[in-house]
């Protein structure tokens, strides 16, 4: 399984922007596809972005589409999200996810997580 690190996390105001980085070990980056979840405080983890293993299709949450873009660099292992127009209801922790099958699915069906990225919005 492929190790994942997630930083780039904060403290913002509304409106304001993040870039989240999902750092992973191993040479085997580009078998993965990623998506990122997010779980709220009380709620349960949803997903909100997602990408195949060569960057060529993405997909996202209608809750961040428009606002959010999902991107990767196989050569650096990383992928990353980038948050614009953040609002207060994307406060949650952020989380990473790679699966060697898919790149869209639900929490269960990703092997490999990182530790979660906190991402707070003030009003």
């Known amino acids: 399984q492929v190790q994942l690190v997630e930083s780039g996390g904060g403290l913002v105001q509304s409106g304001g922007s993040l870039r989240l980085s999902c750092a992973a070990s191993g040479r085997s980056f580009s078998t993965y596809g990623i998506s990122w979840f997010r779980q709220a405080l009380g709620k349960e983890r949803e997903f909100v972005a997602a990408?195949?293993?060569?960057?060529?299709?993405?997909y996202y949450a209608d809750s961040v589409k428009g606002r959010f873009t999902i991107s990767r660099d196989n050569a650096k292992n990383t992928g990353y999200l980038q948050m614009n127009s953040l609002k207060p209801e994307d406060t949650a922790v952020y989380y990473c996810?790679?699966?060697?099958?898919?790149?869209?699915?639900?929490?269960?069906?990703?092997?490999?997580w990182g530790q979660g990225t906190q991402v707070t919005v003030s009003s």
């Open positions: 990408i195949s293993w060569t960057g060529g299709n993405t």
């Open positions: 996810a790679a699966s060697r099958f898919r790149y869209i699915g639900t929490p269960e069906d990703f092997g490999s």
